[in-house]
T-cell receptor, first 114, second 107 residues
């Protein structure tokens, strides 16, 4: 089954404690991205990756890091989480097909930073 | 900076009625996407619109794209309760999302 998986699904942590949210896709997609969703703001892109070892900033990259060492994995790293990073996070992957692309989203990770 | 505006943000409608959700964007783009999100769930792709004049239909939903007007619409025909969800448009440039339209269909 084609899917994007994220772990953990729920996480409560304290300010300053480094954490990693993993993302993996089994569709051999080139593109992967991370979004955060906050009420009234839709989804905002944090980082994206066009292929292995190629990453770029999205709209809200501050306080986040990513890496793309393998095609299937795209972890999101919060080196020193702060309360304003409390949010719902989605990973997505896609391939260009016919000039556009359809994104597949993971189930989401709800992060609370106290 | 690309801005994507959806309206309305909240929509409550009766079953059987028709309505349209609008998605305006501020810079040129030939591709636009519509997604559905159920409460507590992830996003599901509904439509991928790849060119000016593109129209796609699935069941009671029909999406269109006018790149000259920088406008996409999502039309709902004869709404049913199962369509209750939040709908997002997203513009291909930087994959910028609108704020979403929360649709509630009442019996």
């Amino acid at each position: 089954e084609a899917q994007v998986t994220q772990n953990p699904r729920y996480l409560i942590t304290v300010t300053g404690k480094k954490l990693t949210v993993t993302c993996s896709q089994n569709m051999n997609h080139e593109y992967m991205s991370w979004y955060r969703q906050d009420p009234g703001l839709g989804l905002r892109q944090i980082y994206y990756s066009m292929n292995v070892e190629v990453t770029d900033k999205g709209d809200v990259p501050e306080g986040y890091k990513v890496s793309r060492k393998e095609k299937r994995n795209f972890p999101l790293i919060l080196e020193s989480p702060s309360p304003n990073q409390t949010s719902l996070y989605f990973c997505a992957s896609f391939n260009r097909a016919g000039g556009g692309y359809e994104q597949y989203f993971g189930p989401g990770t709800r992060l609370t930073v106290t | 900076e690309l801005k994507v505006e959806q309206n309305p943000l909240f929509l409550s409608m009766q079953e059987g009625k028709n309505y349209t959700i609008y998605c305006n964007y501020s810079t040129t783009s030939d591709r636009l996407y519509w997604y559905r999100q159920d409460p507590g769930k992830s996003l599901e792709s509904l439509f991928v619109l790849l060119s000016n004049g593109a129209v796609k239909q699935e069941g009671r939903l029909m999406a269109s794209l006018d790149t000259k007007a920088r406008l996409s619409t999502l039309h709902i025909t004869a709404a049913v309760h199962d369509l209750s969800a939040t709908y997002f448009c997203a513009v291909d440039n930087d994959m910028r999302f609108g704020a979403g339209t929360r649709l509630t269909v009442k019996p």
